[in-house]
């Protein structure tokens, strides 16, 4: 079974930084690029950060373009982002999900062959 666990969400002043993880199962890790989706309530869910199975290519919305770095470790199948500068519209359940390598699509959730279940990111004074 394909397993996708997030972890790292919580509640954060604005301004402030959050480390999120997904740590993966199930699958050839490194045959996958990884990429970060979040859905606010009343929203669709939207593309947030990419990376490609060997780490050398990474893409971000312009939203978080600056504020936010993904990162994996093929070593422990874990894929990391580092979020900075956090504002409250970041607010939102953040997704781990993985597409076969050799997609391009990255920015469409619907090209993603699996899914975590998402941690809850709250920034608020």
């Known amino acids: 079974q394909v397993q996708l666990v997030e972890s790292g969400g919580g509640l954060v002043v604005p301004g402030g930084s959050l480390r999120l993880f997904c740590v993966t199962s199930?699958?050839?890790?490194?045959?996958?690029?990884m990429g970060w989706f979040r859905q606010a309530p009343g929203k669709e869910r939207e593309f947030v950060a990419a990376?490609?199975?060997?780490?050398?290519?990474?893409y971000y919305a312009n939203s978080v373009k600056g504020r936010f770095a993904i990162s994996r470790d093929n070593a422990d199948n874990v894929v990391r982002l580092q979020m900075s500068n956090l504002k409250p519209e970041d607010t939102a359940v953040y997704f781990c999900a993985a597409v076969a390598f050799g997609d391009t699509a990255y920015t469409r959730a619907a090209r993603y062959n699996y899914w975590g279940q998402g941690t809850q990111v709250t920034v608020s004074s």
């Open positions: 990376i490609t199975g060997n780490g050398t290519n990474t």
């Open positions: 199930g699958l050839t890790f490194r045959k996958y690029t």
